[in-house]
């Protein structure tokens, strides 16, 4: 099945790029780090990793790759994001830095560092009944949370308190915690199964 699955994407300028590129492989993808636009051409999906948003976005523009993410995006290339990248795929962003940009393709409104300082890094259960049994162990490591989604957009997780923490729309996923960092590998293969329908 992986055989059939076309070169991967991560998006290599900042953030936990190590892990995602061991759980791609994990699941028997050619995954690639992606730092140039060249070599975003020569694959299929992008994942964004974790990190820091406002670094990844200054990144993106000083390595001239910004254009080509967002070009790609709005062609309907696969695309994950956890964190800091479901932080880039926001349309909208809430406390950013000043001049924070992202490159956009859901249709929501992304909070930074949402989970306040004695919250900023912790760990829970998360059933999600899109990916079945059992249930995420989802780490959260200075996260967003989703305030809004437009109509097309999915909500796939809550925490306890409702807040939205897992949304899809089309192909593009994003997490505001690290499966990347659990040995949880469901999203990764829910975005290489995006990558075959798209191809
Ligand atoms: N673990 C993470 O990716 C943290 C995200 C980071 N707080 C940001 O604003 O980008």
């Given at each position: 099945?992986a055989?059939?699955?076309?070169?991967?994407?991560?998006?290599?300028?900042?953030?936990?790029?190590?892990?995602?590129?061991?759980?791609?492989?994990a699941?028997?993808?050619?995954?690639?780090?992606?730092?140039?636009a060249?070599?975003?051409?020569?694959?299929?999906?992008?994942?964004?990793?974790?990190?820091?948003?406002?670094?990844?976005?200054?990144?993106s523009?000083?390595?001239d790759?910004?254009?080509?993410?967002?070009?790609r995006?709005a062609?309907?290339?696969?695309?994950?994001?956890?964190?800091?990248g479901?932080?880039?795929?926001?349309?909208?962003?809430v406390?950013?830095?000043?001049?924070?940009?992202?490159?956009?393709?859901?249709?929501?409104?992304?909070?930074?560092?949402?989970?306040?300082?004695?919250?900023?890094?912790?760990?829970?259960?998360?059933?999600?009944?899109?990916?079945?049994?059992p249930?995420?162990?989802?780490?959260?490591?200075?996260?967003?949370?989703v305030?809004?989604?437009?109509?097309g957009?999915?909500?796939?997780a809550?925490?306890?308190?409702?807040?939205?923490?897992?949304i899809?729309?089309g192909?593009?996923?994003?997490?505001?915690?690290?499966?990347?960092?659990?040995g949880?590998?469901?999203?990764?293969e829910?975005f290489?199964?995006?990558?075959?329908?798209?191809?």
């Amino acid at each position: 099945m992986a055989g059939n699955t076309p070169p991967v994407g991560v998006l290599a300028l900042q953030g936990d790029v190590r892990e995602h590129l061991a759980a791609l492989s994990a699941l028997g993808a050619d995954a690639r780090p992606v730092k140039s636009a060249g070599e975003l051409e020569r694959v299929a999906g992008l994942v964004i990793p974790g990190g820091e948003s406002s670094v990844i976005d200054k990144l993106s523009r000083i390595f001239d790759v910004r254009d080509a993410i967002r070009a790609r995006i709005a062609s309907g290339m696969p695309v994950y994001g956890t964190c800091a990248g479901l932080i880039m795929l926001a349309d909208d962003l809430v406390d950013g830095i000043a001049g924070q940009q992202t490159f956009g393709g859901l249709d929501a409104t992304v909070r930074r560092n949402a989970f306040g300082t004695q919250l900023d890094s912790f760990e829970t259960e998360l059933d999600i009944p899109a990916l079945g049994e059992p249930p995420v162990h989802a780490v959260f490591i200075r996260a967003p949370v989703v305030e809004r989604v437009g109509p097309g957009v999915e909500v796939l997780a809550r925490v306890d308190d409702g807040r939205i923490v897992a949304i899809e729309q089309g192909p593009l996923l994003g997490t505001a915690f690290h499966p990347e960092v659990a040995g949880e590998h469901r999203f990764h293969e829910r975005f290489l199964e995006r990558v075959r329908a798209a191809s």
